[in-house]
C-alpha cells in the first residue's frame, strides 16, 4: 500500500518531532519543516497530499500558506491548520482562505490522525 | 590671591587608567563567558532533546500489540534510558521535556506523559527540590509536581499553605487544590493569611476546570475567622448556586466589610432571599451609597408594596441624588408608575381639553351604541344600555392619565411627521408614516360595530371605542391645525398640495360633528375653511367608494373575521392613497374615511382616477420605519423567504430609500421574489383588471347589479391559463380557471350560497330618518370595511384553499 504524503508545519520542534512519530506510526510519508521558508521551498518541488501546518509560524504563517496554496499554486490541497485556543480570528481566516479543517492546541495525536485521514479520505 | 590647579601625580592617574581598563575587560569578559556558556547550556539541551525527544515518543506511544520489532525497539530504548537517567543534565532534559510536551498535548497522550514521568522517577528530583532553602526553587518544584499530577505530593504541598514567604505559599494554595478535590476544603479550613483577588480568580479557574467535581458546602466557611476565607466561601456560595446558606447571608449583611456585605447581598439577591428585606433596610442607613444603591437593587427585586413607606422615606429625607433616583425606580419597580414624569409636562393643558372631550366623546359613543342595539336587538331593555354606558365612563376615569400620556406622545409625534413634511414639500414623498395610528383600536372598534353582542358585554372593548372617539377628537385638532397651517402654505395655484389627504381626515367631524366639537378644540378650527378641491378629490375616492357598495355579494362571514379586520381597513387605505393617481402623500386613518360623500358622480373618477392595481399592507414596511440598516438587509432577505406580492410593492418603495445598501438589495430581491411569485402576480393582476373593467363598466350607470359585473370576469380571456400545466398553476390560477369555469355556466353556488348582502346599513340609512349622525357614521364605517373586505376576499381567496 502506497503511504501518502504529508508536509508537517510546525515550529515547535519537539511537538513536531512527536507529532510525526505518530503520523509515521499512522502510516504516512511526513515531511517536517520548521517554519514558513521551508514550507514553501518544500511546495516548490512537492507536491504532498495533505497539509497540516501550524498557525503561528516564523517568516510564513499559517493563513500566509493556506493563500499561498489555493491562490498562487491554485492546489486543492487538504490543509489542516493546528491553532491555540483563543485564537478564533485566525482560525475563521484560516477557514475563509480554504483551509479544510481545523484542530486546537493542546492537540491530541489521535485525534488528528483520524482527521487527516478524514480529510484524505474526501479527496 | 591666585587659584592654582591641585597637583596630581602622573604615576597615579597611570595607574587608575590601568585598574579602570582592568575592571572594564574583566566585566565584558565574564559577560561573555556568562553568555557563551548559558548559550552552549541551551544548545546542549537542545541537541539532548533532540535525542531524547525521539525515545520519549516512542515511550508515549508504545502499544502492547506492537510488532515483535517494535517491542524490540522498546526495551533497547528502555535500557538505553535508564542509563541516560543516571546523569542529572539527561534528568533535567528529560523533564523539561516531558514540562512542555504536557502544555501541548491532550487526551491520553498527556496522561501517558503523567505516567512517564513517575516511571522514570522524575519526581524525586521534584521532591529534592522542596526541601531546598531557595524559596525559588522550591516553588518551581511545587509547580512540576503540580503540572505532572503527582498526587503523592500532595501531602508534602499543603504544608507550605502557611508559608512565610509570598509565592511558595500562593504556589502551595493552587497546587493544593489542583492535586486534589477536597484541597479545596483543606485550603479554606487551614490557611491564615489573606487570599488575594488575583489568587482568588486562579483558585476559581482551576475549581472550575475539574471534571466530576461535587463542590463542598461553601457556607461552612462563612464563620471562618479569616475574613478572605469568608469572601471567597460567598463568591464560591455565588458560583455554585449554593442557597442553603439563607441565615448566614441574612447575618453577613452586617458585617463590617463592604466587599463581604457586598457579596451577602448580591447572593440574597439572586437567590431571592426574600426575608432579608427587613435586615437590607436597618443596614441601610450606616452604609456607603455604592451598598446603599446596591441594598435599593435588591429590595426592587424582593421588596413589597410594605417597603414603599421605607422608600418613600429615602426619597424624602436622602440627600445623595443616587441613592434618591435609586429610591424611586426601586419604589416604581415594586409599584409601577408610582412616579410619574412631572419635569417639563404642562398638565393644566392637556388634562381639561383630555377630560372635556372624553367625556363629550363617550357620551356620544353610548348613543351611538345605544342606537346600533336598539336597531339590531330590541328585545333588550334601553336601560341596560345605558347602564353600559355609565359603567365604561365610570371604567375609563382610572385610565385617563395613560391617555392623557399616550395623546400627548401620540401628537407630539404628528407634529414632527408634519414639521419634516412641510420642511420636504419640494420633494415627492409617496409615504406618511401613519402606520402606527389607529390598527389596534380599529379593529376593536369593528368589532363593536360588525358585532353587537360582544360590544354590549365588553367592557374592555368599550374602553377601546371610547379611546378612538377621543383619539379622533384630538387628531382632529391637530389636522385641523394642519390645515390651517398647510392654507398659509399652500398658494392658491397649486392643484396637487401634499396635504390633500386632509379633508378626508378633517369632513368626519365638520361636516357630522362639527358643532359639538368645535366647541372642545382650538379656537382655530373655526376659521378653517374645507378648499374646493380638497373636497372634489374627496368625492373622487367616496365615488369608487360608492362603486365598491354596489358589489352587495360580499360574504358577510369575513366582516366578522376580525383577524383580518385591522389589515383590510388598512389595505383600502393603501387603495385610497393609490387611487389618488398623483403620488401625493394621502395617507391617513381608516377612522377618518368614514363620511364620504355618497352623491358622486362617476364621470370624474372615470377620467382622472384609474383604478390602479390593488396591493396590500406589507408588515416589513412598519419595520422598516425603526430599523437601521443591517436590520434591513436582513428584512430583505426575510421578505425573500416569506414575502408575498404585497412585498412587491413595498419593495418598490424601497428604491428611493437613502441607504445605497438597502437600495441595491431591495431591487435584488424585488426581482427574485417577482420571478418567485409571478404566476401569483399575474393571477392577481388579473384579477384587479378585471375590477377595473368592472368599475369602468359601472360608472356610466351605478345602479348596474352585481352579476354584470361578473359577467365582465368571464369576459376574461383565460384560455392561455387553461393550456398551462397543472403542475405549474399556482392556486390562484386554479382558483381563477374554476371562477370562470363557473361563470360559464352562469353559476355561482359559492357566491349565491354562501355569500350575503352586507351593504344594508346603507338603505337602511336611506329609509331610516330616525337614524341620527352619528349612526350614519358608524354605517359609513362599516361599508368601509365592507369595501376593504371586498377587496381582500377576492384577493385572500385563492389562499383559503391552501
Known amino acids: 500500500m502506497i ?37 514553501k521551498e518544500y511546495l516548490k518541488t512537492a507536491t504532498p497530499d495533505i497539509i497540516v501546518s501550524d498557525i503561528m509560524m516564523p517568516y510564513f504563517s499559517g493563513i500566509e500558506l493556506i493563500d499561498y496554496v489555493r491562490n498562487q499554486l491554485n492546489s486543492k490541497i487538504p490543509i489542516i491548520i493546528i491553532s491555540s485556543a483563543g485564537n478564533e480570528e485566525n482560525v475563521l481566516s484560516a ?29 | 590671591m591666585l587659584i592654582s590647579a591641585p597637583k596630581i601625580h602622573t604615576d597615579l592617574l597611570w595607574d587608575l587608567t590601568i585598574l579602570f581598563s582592568g575592571l572594564g575587560i574583566l566585566f565584558f569578559a565574564f559577560v561573555f563567558i556568562f553568555r557563551n556558556r548559558l548559550s552552549a547550556k541551551s544548545l546542549k539541551i537542545a541537541r539532548q532533546k533532540k535525542i531524547l525527544a525521539p525515545i520519549i515518543s516512542n515511550f508515549l506511544f508504545y502499544e502492547t500489540d506492537a510488532t515483535k520489532e517494535e517491542n524490540y525497539e522498546y526495551i533497547k530504548l528502555k535500557i538505553e534510558i535508564r542509563d541516560l537517567l543516571k546523569i542529572q543534565f539527561n534528568r533535567l532534559v528529560l ?31 521534584a521532591f529534592k527540590k522542596l526541601r531546598n532553602w531557595r524559596w525559588e526553587i522550591v516553588s518551581k518544584g511545587i509547580l512540576e509536581l503540580t503540572q505532572m499530577r503527582v498526587l503523592a505530593a500532595y501531602g508534602f ?12 505559599r500562593k504556589q502551595a494554595q493552587i497546587a493544593t487544590v489542583t492535586l486534589k478535590h477536597e484541597g479545596i476544603s483543606y485550603f479554606l479550613d487551614t ?3 489573606g487570599i488575594s483577588e488575583w489568587q482568588q480568580l486562579k483558585l476559581l479557574d482551576v475549581l472550575r476546570n475539574f471534571e466530576d467535581f461535587t463542590p463542598p458546602r461553601f457556607k461552612a466557611w462563612l464563620t471562618s475567622k479569616n475574613r478572605d476565607v469568608v469572601l471567597f466561601a460567598l463568591r464560591l456560595i455565588k458560583h455554585y448556586n449554593q442557597n442553603d446558606a439563607n441565615k448566614s447571608l441574612i447575618e453577613l449583611v452586617k458585617h463590617k466589610n463592604d466587599q463581604i456585605k457586598s457579596e451577602a447581598i448580591q447572593c440574597i439577591k439572586d437567590f431571592g432571599v426574600f426575608e432579608a428585606v427587613a435586615t437590607l433596610k436597618s443596614v441601610f442607613r450606616n452604609c456607603r451609597v455604592d451598598i446603599k444603591l446596591q441594598i435599593l437593587d435588591t429590595i426592587s427585586s424582593l421588596g413589597k408594596e410594605e417597603d414603599i413607606e421605607f422608600l ?29 414624569p412631572t419635569e417639563g409636562i404642562d398638565k393644566n393643558i392637556t388634562t381639561k381639553s383630555f377630560e372635556t372631550n372624553v367625556e363629550d366623546n363617550s357620551t356620544q359613543l353610548s348613543e351611538v351604541m345605544n342606537n346600533n342595539e336598539l336597531n339590531k336587538d330590541d328585545s333588550l331593555p334601553a336601560s341596560d344600555h345605558k347602564e353600559d354606558s355609565i359603567d365604561m365612563q365610570d371604567h375609563l376615569d382610572p385610565e385617563l392619565e395613560d391617555e392623557i400620556i399616550f395623546d400627548l406622545c401620540f401628537m407630539e409625534e404628528l407634529e414632527d411627521i408634519l414639521t419634516e413634511f412641510n420642511e420636504s414639500e419640494d420633494q415627492e414623498v409617496n409615504y406618511l408614516p401613519l402606520d402606527f395610528l389607529p390598527m389596534v383600536s380599529e379593529v376593536e372598534e369593528l368589532k363593536s360595530t360588525v358585532d353587537p353582542q360582544t360590544t354590549e358585554n365588553s367592557n374592555v372593548e368599550s374602553k377601546e371605542i371610547l379611546e378612538e372617539e377621543s383619539f379622533k377628537v384630538e387628531l382632529e385638532a391637530i389636522l385641523d391645525k394642519i390645515k390651517a397651517h398647510d392654507q398659509d402654505v399652500v398658494t392658491e395655484d397649486e392643484k396637487d398640495s401634499e396635504l390633500e389627504f386632509l379633508p378626508l381626515v378633517v ?23 374645507v378648499k374646493e378641491e380638497e373636497v372634489i378629490k374627496e368625492q373622487r375616492i367616496s365615488n369608487l367608494y360608492n362603486k365598491f357598495l354596489e358589489v352587495d355579494w360580499l360574504p358577510k362571514q369575513e366582516l366578522e373575521n376580525s383577524e383580518t379586520i385591522a389589515q383590510k381597513s388598512i389595505d383600502w387605505m393603501a387603495f385610497v392613497n393609490e387611487s389618488e393617481g398623483t403620488g401625493i402623500m394621502t395617507q391617513t386613518s381608516a377612522s377618518n374615511t368614514s363620511t364620504w360623500d355618497e352623491n358622486y358622480t362617476g364621470d370624474e373618477d372615470k377620467d382622472d382616477n384609474p383604478i390602479p392595481d390593488f396591493y396590500g399592507f406589507s408588515i416589513f414596511q412598519e419595520l422598516f420605519r425603526t430599523c437601521d440598516v443591517e436590520s434591513k438587509l436582513i428584512l430583505l432577505d ?33 426581482k427574485e421574489l417577482q420571478a418567485l411569485l409571478s404566476p401569483e402576480i399575474e393571477a392577481e393582476e388579473s384579477i384587479a383588471q378585471i375590477q377595473t373593467n368592472e368599475l369602468e363598466a359601472q360608472q356610466p350607470n351605478l345602479d348596474k347589479e352585481k352579476p354584470e359585473s361578473i359577467s365582465q370576469i368571464n369576459t376574461i380571456d383565460v384560455s392561455t391559463l387553461n393550456k398551462e400545466e397543472d403542475s405549474l398553476k399556482s392556486l390562484e390560477f386554479c382558483f381563477l380557471n374554476g371562477l370562470i369555469s363557473e361563470n360559464d355556466n352562469n353559476q355561482m353556488p359559492q357566491f349565491e350560497l354562501d355569500f350575503e348582502l352586507v351593504g344594508t346599513p346603507i338603505e337602511d340609512k336611506e329609509d331610516n330618518q330616525e337614524i341620527n349622525e352619528i349612526n350614519k357614521k358608524e354605517v359609513n364605517k362599516k361599508e368601509e370595511k365592507v369595501l376593504s373586505s371586498f377587496i381582500r376576499n377576492i384577493i385572500s381567496f385563492p389562499k383559503k384553499f391552501k
Open chain 2, 95 to 125: 523533564t523539561e521535556i516531558l514540562l512542555d510536551l504536557q502544555k501541548d498535548l491532550s487526551g491520553d497522550s498527556r496522561n501517558r506523559i503523567f505516567k512517564l514521568y513517575q516511571n522514570l522517577e522524575l519526581h524525586l528530583d
Open chain 2, 507 to 529: 369632513e368626519s367631524n365638520v361636516e357630522e360633528d362639527s358643532e359639538d366639537l368645535i366647541v372642545t378644540t382650538d379656537e382655530d378650527i373655526l376659521a378653517m375653511e
Open chain 2, 191 to 193: 490557611t491564615r493569611y
Open chain 2, 157 to 168: 504541598i499543603k504544608k507550605f499553605i502557611n508559608d512565610k514567604r509570598g509565592v511558595v
Open chain 1, 3 to 39: 503511504k501518502k504524503n504529508l508536509l508537517l508545519a510546525e515550529d515547535d520542534e519537539l511537538l513536531a518531532s512527536l507529532l510525526d512519530y505518530r503520523l509515521q506510526k499512522g502510516g504516512y510519508n511526513v515531511h517536517l519543516a520548521k517554519d514558513g521558508r521551508d514550507v
Open chain 2, 638 to 670: 426575510e421578505i425573500l423567504a416569506v414575502g408575498d406580492e404585497k412585498e412587491v410593492n413595498f419593495l418598490k418603495t424601497l428604491k428611493d430609500d437613502s441607504d445605497k445598501k438597502v437600495r441595491a438589495k431591495s431591487e435584488i430581491i424585488l
Open chain 1, 95 to 123: 477557514f475563509e482562505l480554504g483551509a479544510n479543517d481545523f484542530i486546537s492546541k493542546p492537540v491530541s495525536p489521535s485525534e488528528l490522525l483520524v482527521r487527516v485521514g478524514r480529510e484524505l479520505n474526501k479527496t
Open chain 2, 312 to 340: 418613600q422615606t429615602l426619597v424624602s429625607k436622602e440627600s445623595n441624588f443616587l441613592v434618591k433616583s435609586k429610591a424611586i425606580s426601586t419604589i416604581n419597580t415594586i409599584a409601577p408608575e408610582t412616579y410619574v
